[in-house]
């Protein structure tokens, strides 16, 4: 398997305390690219602001007895999927300055990440099969291509009635303009983040959410449209994630032959230019390297041996938690977290079969959590590991040689593999690695996403180096969401420096590399900052 140029990105795009990865190195306002793409010509289908609902409640989507009832698929549930996944959540201003803020995070708050909706004919919104891009602003559809019912059949056969197909696309520039080389993993975490956004908002209506990973990238380009030739930014297509009011077992996989068949659709629309002016980072040669073949998916070897803790119910409302998540710009250095609420948060992002969002994913989870603990009640300050993969725990403990005897922190459930390496202040630590960001010292937990690198890059090729950056945003996402239902704020945090934190864990080799950070902890609010309503 040829890997070596993907493997020397990533050492090229790696932070170090001499010098940080190539990129601008300053802000170029006049080629700032625009956060929205829009097909000019295209048809606009405007969706429903949908209006808050109590139930279902947060923590219901993660227990199969009360997860929700699947929703009739119709205009108000679609504009609810994409109102709950990718629209606008606020917008902030300060003096002349306005941005916009969405359901989905984005390093930078720029955005690369475009969806696609493919369907069949939908109640109150179409009547005939369509390929249409989501736009976030409108929070509307911009119809690019329509097609023949009989090629709906031939593409969503095996699936359930009221499947539909969320495609994610990325445009690379965006995230390049700021963060050159490095941009590209900023691209695939965010991806990642949009595909959680889009799981958890699916489970809302009752859906199930899961990622058609058989289909090749350049299939996926002529399903989306993303191929058909125009003068804007290019858009690499990252995804496909089927939303059913049931998962078939095993999932249908859409045909090759079938797929390409979208490419000679009558497509509609002329792509916006988003900048002026670009500079080639080589990000688009990294995603060339990456992209899958049509054929199998990275599947799951065991599962995963990890069950469920019994419910917990807290008066939080789903849809509430997803509209309010921020990133805390700075973290108050004081508020305390109690050690029940650490494990049950640490226990969410564990793959438990069929429990949202990791149910979206096939492959065996690749990422674990190197969790800088700063002041969570009842678990001392340290290093800890959460073992997402028990399988791996045995690999870990042979490559991590700058612990401690691995040992169980106090009253941790049986089921929770999470270890104690090393007691002791890491504050100073977590902020030197993160850029020096104090926001890793300051909340009550930092964390590095370790992924199991090598191994699945050498067993599957270079397109499992994106799929292990998806898993790392979908951890963020619900990180995010995670943190707010506790009544805590989280930020991602895509600046650290990579090695150092290999070091400290004693890591000899690349067999296991550290992909995103996070922190989690109370936040204090930026009081020059407006916030205005997301539409209206
Ligand atoms: C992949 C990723 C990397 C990020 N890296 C950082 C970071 O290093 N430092 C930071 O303060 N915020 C970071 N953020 C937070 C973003 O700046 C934030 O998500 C964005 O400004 C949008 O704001 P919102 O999350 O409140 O919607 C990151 C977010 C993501 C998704």
Known sequence: MHLKPLLDYHEASKHRFEAFAAGPGYLD????????????????????????????GYDAI??????????????????????????????????????????????????????????????????????????PRQHALEVRAEFSPALWQRLSSGFPPGTILVGLASIHWREAWKYGLRAYRYCMHDAGHALCAVTIAAAGLGWHARLLDTVGSSELACLLGTSQPHTGEPEEPDLLVACMPRAPDPLPEPAADVLREFATLDWQGSANALSPAHVDWGVEAIAALARKPHGPAARAASGAGLQAWPAVQRAVALRRVIRQRRSAVAMDGATRMPRDTFYHLLERTLAVPGRVPFSALAWQPALHLVLLVHRVDGVPPGLYLLVRDPAQRARLERAITQADPWQRPAECPDSLPLFCLLQRDTRAAARAIACHQEIASDGCFSLAMLAEFRAPLERYGAWMYPRLYWEAGMIGQLLYLEAEAAGLRATGIGCFFDDPMHEVLGLPDSEFQDLYHFTVGGAVEDARLTTLPAYG
Do not use: I
């Open 29 to 56: 306002w006049a080629t700032q690219p625009n956060p929205f793409r829009r097909y000019a010509g295209a048809r606009m289908l405007t969706l429903e602001q949908v209006a808050e609902s109590a139930e279902p």
């Open 62 to 135: 993660f227990q199969p007895d009360r997860f929700p009832a699947p929703a009739p698929l119709d205009h108000h549930s679609l504009s609810q999927l994409f109102f709950d996944s990718l629209a606008l959540s606020a917008w902030k201003s300060t003096g002349a300055n306005r941005w916009a803020l969405r359901v989905n995070a984005s390093s930078g708050n720029l955005h690369p990440t475009e969806a696609y909706l493919v369907c069949g004919p939908v109640a109150g919104l179409c009547e005939r099969p369509m390929v249409a891009h989501y736009a």
